[in-house]
């Protein structure tokens, strides 16, 4: 197929981005790969797991919540859920206001040392309408690399068209840390037509009452006390 068909096929969600990226830029299929999603991380009996530090508190698991995607060098938040230990929220999360209005729920945590894997995070691209946007954009992508020289690696995009000769771009992209992300950003506004690329930010709901939160905390504790509701969402 030409590359105007491939890439029409990724608008349509009938082929990867990986794949097409492999017709296009053979030299840069290295540089892309499948990005699992982030598994639900094992305890940890330290006050340090993942790369982050839970301050206060010891043999806590962490989550990094899916609604937000924090990575290292993000100002965060920590918040105690029932049944998923503490979710890591950045800390400019479109849900942190009402996380925020939980106090009780809130711990310290910051980041302990230097990002030992990539992270998956979302972006959202409006541009200009044009022949081989589409192409260009991966390309962008492909040849982003961290200081340290690793790569942003691809795992979905998604392209669709709007009135007026717009077009919207939605990438996953595994990246290491927000030094890697600024940088990623940045070369995809050196594409031609890009007119904004952010981050894409998704609204949750909890459902957790003050007791359980309590009861949360207690078993962070002292473990062989109070157990976790698996209903909390946060």
């Not at 918040?79 to 890591?88: A, C, E």
């Not at 044009?130 to 992508?141: T, V, Y």
Request: glycine share 6%; proline share 4%; with cysteine.
């Amino acid at each position: 197929p030409s590359a105007e068909d491939l890439l029409a096929a990724v608008g349509s969600k009938e082929l990867e981005a990986q794949k097409v990226l492999q017709q296009i830029a053979p030299s840069s299929t290295t540089a892309v790969t499948e990005v699992a999603v982030v598994a639900k991380p094992k305890p940890n009996a330290g006050s340090i797991s993942q790369g982050v530090e839970v301050r206060g508190l010891s043999g806590m698991l962490v989550t990094f919540a899916r609604c937000c995607s924090p990575v290292s060098g993000d100002t965060m938040l920590g918040y105690v859920t029932v049944g998923r230990g503490i979710s890591l929220h950045r800390a400019d999360c479109v849900n942190a206001p009402e996380l925020l209005k939980k106090a009780e729920r809130l711990v310290e945590v910051r980041w302990a040392g230097e990002a030992a894997e990539a992270r998956p995070i979302e972006l959202e691209v409006a541009a200009l309408d044009r022949s081989n946007l589409m192409a260009d954009m991966l390309l962008a992508i492909a040849k982003t690399r961290s200081s340290g020289g690793q790569s942003a690696n691809l795992s979905a995009a998604q392209a669709t068209t709007a009135e007026g000769g717009m077009a919207q771009a939605r990438f996953t992209v595994a990246i290491l840390n927000l030094e890697h992300l600024k940088h990623l950003m940045f070369n995809l506004y050196q594409v031609q037509g890009v007119l904004s690329v952010k981050r894409r930010d998704r609204r949750i709901k909890t459902r957790a009452t003050r007791e359980a939160a309590q009861a949360a905390l207690a078993s962070a504790k002292n473990p062989t006390q109070g157990r976790m509701d698996p209903s909390d969402s946060a």
